[in-house]
């Protein structure tokens, strides 16, 4: 065992207080219909990706349980849900956008004050830094903000008429239905709000089913969502997905599935359900995308950029860069600069000043991170870069593993962590072919200066990729750019403005621009007999 690895967990006694979980936090609410029940049955024990030093061995922290809910719980969520739609003329989607507006604004109040508490706990269910954990928060909360002003915009654009051809018609968007959201474990908290909260803010009623990791941090909001969403407007579950997932795709009640997660579960789920057709999808699915260092390339940019691309929270990101095509010019100097950088990084617990590698979250995540490294092997390739490939208990030292070809896993499948697969090119046909063959299609980065050369990239990967990045990693932000992908890798686009609309259809009352119906329309709006007809304007 290196130094390194002798070293990055802690003994009990060594952990700040300020970090410390006082004892495990045993779950056992959900929310149903406006109300906190009580679970009596089984739980799902929570483990920590930080294990303690005991002596000469190791115990993986237990931090608490969750409730493993059942079909009848699942299905009794489904029934709240569907009762405050009321087919479209329930107490939420007939609110007034101000109304609704409001029960957001007094939720996120009510979440801030929690802060500490979810930053906290992602740091021991994830294993994210406290940097990061703090950032996840915050993001969060601004994406909130933005989601409220980015709807205001929307409806002040819709509170006119408009007349074409002889018609005049107000268009505005109304809701779609009951919406199931479920979130990945790496952003448990921000990528799950960025369906939810728009589903929501657009009059939809929601089920939430957190992340099979990560799920513990949700518990500081439930009252926060309970107090400030009418019934059934929003229900909390928990438990394995075939036990809740399944029945409620089966009931064929839903009609919108926003899901972050992998192209086969997405799959999987979507076949249950009776009338596909009637099923709006909202899907953020698995990524492989590639970075492409050009022979004109700015070295410092493109390592500094493919490090954090490659290793920003261990590499779990659907954004990160999953495999770097290196021309052959610059292989060596690349290799050399790239691996003195992963030097650099501190590995250790999430709470420690300046830390960058942490423990793997995911149960067997080592373990299959390691078969792809030895399967690279066997192929040709080598670990190349000092303790890379290093293991012990839920840690993982980055791999940088050269050079990678189409014989291997690596070269293929969504590694989702510190593993970094390095393949040398000569002509610019070979990564482009790459990409246009790959069954992802999310994101692209490309490095270099000459501006012809660029561009033949750029031209050759619109058709095939959501984003398109020059000198610059993978990465969904700002929130206000579309995210989106092709191929297996997405379904839907979302960004504030683009998630108000994917929850959402247009609707338009119009009517033939006579004098007579001038004055019906006029009427109606002037003496605010009807709650979708109007011209309100929202400042």
């Known amino acids: 065992m290196s130094h390194i690895l002798a070293n990055v967990f802690p003994a009990e006694d060594t952990i700040p207080e300020a970090y410390r979980l006082a004892q495990p936090i045993d779950q056992r609410e959900y929310l149903i219909d406006g109300e906190l029940k009580t679970w009596a049955g089984s739980l799902n024990p929570v483990l920590s990706p930080v294990f303690v030093k005991e002596g000469a061995g190791y115990t993986q922290k237990v931090i608490g349980s969750t409730p493993l809910l059942t079909t009848r719980e699942s299905l009794e969520a489904l029934d709240a849900a569907v009762k405050a739609y009321d087919l479209g003329h329930g107490y939420w989607p007939t609110r007034s956008v101000t109304e609704r507006i409001e029960h957001v604004e007094r939720f996120l109040a009510a979440m801030r004050q929690r802060r500490d508490e979810v930053v906290k706990l992602l740091m021991w269910e994830i294993g994210k830094t406290l940097k990061d954990s703090e950032k996840e928060f915050d993001r969060t909360c601004d994406y909130i903000v933005d989601t409220i002003k980015a709807y205001k915009d929307l409806d002040r654009n819709s509170a006119k008429l408009v007349e074409e051809q002889g018609f005049m018609a107000q268009i505005r968007r109304v809701p779609l239905g009951v919406s199931l959201c479920m979130g990945p474990y790496n952003y448990p908290l921000n990528e799950t709000f960025t369906t939810l909260i728009p589903a ?24 926060a969502f309970r107090d400030n969403f009418p019934k059934g407007v929003i229900n909390i579950i928990y438990g394995r997905g075939r036990e809740t997932v399944g029945a409620l795709m089966e009931s064929g009640k839903l009609d919108v599935f926003a899901f972050i997660g992998t192209n086969k579960g997405a799959n999987d789920l979507k076949r ?58 610059l292989l060596e100097k690349f290799l050399e600069k790239f691996q003195a950088e992963v030097k650099k990084l501190k590995p250790g617990m999430p709470w420690e000043s300046g830390v960058s590698l942490t423990p793997l979250p995911e149960p067997g995540k080592v373990e299959y991170l390691q078969a792809l490294v030895e399967d690279a092997r066997q192929h040709g390739a080598q670990v190349t870069n000092e303790n890379g490939g290093e293991s012990l208990h839920a840690f993982f030292y980055p791999a940088v593993v050269c050079p990678v070809n189409d014989k291997m896993r690596l070269y293929y499948e969504e590694q989702f962590g510190p593993v970094i697969p390095i393949v040398p090119f000569e002509t610019d046909d070979e990564p482009i072919q790459y990409v246009v063959n790959s069954n992802f299609g999310q994101q692209v980065s490309i490095f270099g200066t000459e501006s012809k050369r660029i561009a033949k990239y750029i031209d050759a990967f619109v058709n095939q990729v959501g984003r398109i990045n020059v000198n610059a990693q993978s990465q969904r932000g700002p929130d206000t750019f579309p995210f989106n992908g092709r191929k297996d890798s997405a379904e839907g686009t979302l960004s504030i403005a683009d998630a108000l609309r994917v929850f959402s259809i247009r609707t338009l009352v119009a009517t033939k621009s006579t004098d007579k119906n001038k004055q019906i329309i006029s009427t109606i709006i002037h003496n605010h007999e009807s709650a979708f007809l109007s011209t309100d304007y929202i400042f």
């Open 200 to 223: 929501l803010i657009m009059g939809n009623t929601v089920i939430f089913k957190p992340a099979k990791y990560g799920v513990l941090l949700i518990r500081p909001l439930l009252e």
């Open 272 to 329: 249950l359900h009776p009338k596909p057709h009637r099923l709006k999808a909202i899907l953020g699915l698995d990524a492989k995308n590639p970075a492409i260092v050009l022979p004109d390339a700015d070295l410092d940019i493109a390592v500094s950029e493919c490090i954090t691309g490659s290793l920003s929270f261990n590499g779990q990101r659907c954004t990160a860069l999953k495999i770097l095509f290196i021309h052959k010019s």
